[in-house]
DNA sequence: CCTCCACTGGAAGATCGGGAAG
DNA sequence: CTTCCCGATCTTCCAGTGGAGG
């Protein structure tokens, strides 16, 4: 049943993106003048998740590279590199210019430094999950260092600029800003079909079944593509010739907690044993929660660290909190 | 109204872990 | 081997917030 796995994973990058391409035109244009060799403006590319910002982003940045013959780019994910040292290492990554850096013995000045003196080709850098950055003001440095181009991606625009200081906002103002928005179902689709022709046997599939996948995954692009893998794997599994109705409500709670679990896994010790309380629980409020972690851990941390471990959990969206203060209670994400 | 106190999150400093230098 | 140094992690301290209960 399944041709081509590849086109279903969530970092693939199609050779022709069809559905997105007033944001497209928009994004090249803003990139136009660093093939006609001068500097570009920085853009800010902002929407919902599964809108296909970052899928946009490197196949525009692609193009770019066909058309100019001299151009280093990047791709930084920022929830992965989420501190100073992090970014700016993977940056210098893309200019082959790390060997003798070494996350102990070189200071995140020297970095800084030997961005500065960069002086090769333009240097296209995307920034994804910007809004996940620790330390915002590396976004100023970066801004004021020669030769790079910067694409900004971050989920809600307003969110983004409240974090700023008023300085490096009134700087990020002059990024051009590109919107995207939750796909239309009939959009969803088409980038559903464009998947199909490549990665599935002909026919296994019908519009009705699609239009239900489209429906669940209520203009997230990602789900969307998530479920149609999981279903297929499913359906593959039971011997199926097509895919059917049950293979897809399967698929649709799957390829959620699919996703949720690989984040738990990520967790350590102390913030599993804390993510398992608050999953036993409708709803726990700290003091309890603080005193239930004691009891099952050896050697626990502090209150104060426990705090910064439910707000690291609440960012990957496996926990809620509700009310502030004293009323303050931790929910398990469905 | 006022006081108490559980809770939050910023700031500053201590500690950990591990590569480099001696 | 030891010593030095760094970022990351963790603790300590604390000002601020707002609900509970006189």
Redesign the pocket.
């Known amino acids: 049943m399944i041709r081509d796995a590849r086109v279903f994973q969530t970092d693939f990058v199609p050779n022709d993106v069809v559905h997105r391409d007033t944001e497209i035109n928009h994004l090249s244009s803003v990139l136009q003048p660093i093939a006609d060799g001068d500097p570009g403006t920085p853009a800010f590319l902002h929407g919902p998740s599964g809108t296909g910002k970052t899928c946009i982003a490197q196949y525009t940045v692609e193009k770019l590279r066909e058309q100019v013959i001299s151009l280093n780019t990047q791709y930084v994910n920022c929830w992965e590199n989420?501190?100073?040292?992090?970014v700016l290492y993977r940056i210098l990554e893309g200019l082959d210019n790390t060997f003798?850096i070494?996350?102990?013995?070189?200071?995140?000045?020297v970095?800084i430094d030997r961005l500065h003196e960069y002086d090769g080709p333009r240097y296209v850098i995307i920034l994804d999950e910007a809004d996940q950055l620790?330390d915002k003001e590396l976004l100023y440095e970066l801004l004021r260092t020669q030769n790079l181009e910067l694409i900004f991606i971050a989920n809600e625009e307003i969110k983004f600029f409240a974090e700023l200081n008023d300085r490096l906002a009134s700087r990020m103002q002059t990024c051009a800003r590109i919107k995207f928005d939750s796909y239309s179902d009939e959009k969803l689709i088409a980038i559903l079909r464009d998947r199909i022709d490549w990665g599935l046997e002909p026919g296994v599939i019908s519009e009705e079944q699609l239009n239900e996948i489209a429906d669940q995954a209520a203009g997230d692009a990602r789900v969307a593509i998530g479920t149609l893998r999981v279903a297929a794997r499913i359906a593959d599994g039971s011997g199926a010739s097509e895919i059917k109705p049950e293979h897809i409500q399967s698929a649709v709670s799957e390829a959620k907690t699919e996703i949720q679990q690989k984040t738990v896994e990520k967790l350590?010790d102390?913030q599993r044993v804390l993510y398992e309380i608050i999953t036993e629980h409708n709803a726990i409020?700290?003091?309890?929660?603080?005193e239930a972690y004691t009891d099952r851990v050896e050697?626990?941390?502090?209150?104060?660290?426990?705090?910064?471990?439910?707000?690291k959990m609440e960012h990957y969206n496996l926990i809620k909190?509700r009310?502030?203060?004293?009323?303050?209670e931790?929910i398990a994400v469905p």
């Open positions: 989420h501190s100073r040292f992090k003798d070494h996350r102990q013995s070189t200071p995140t000045d970095l620790t350590t102390d409020c700290p003091g309890d929660l603080y050697d626990a941390r502090t209150k104060r660290m426990v705090r910064n471990y439910l707000q909190s009310g502030e203060n004293r009323g303050r931790y």
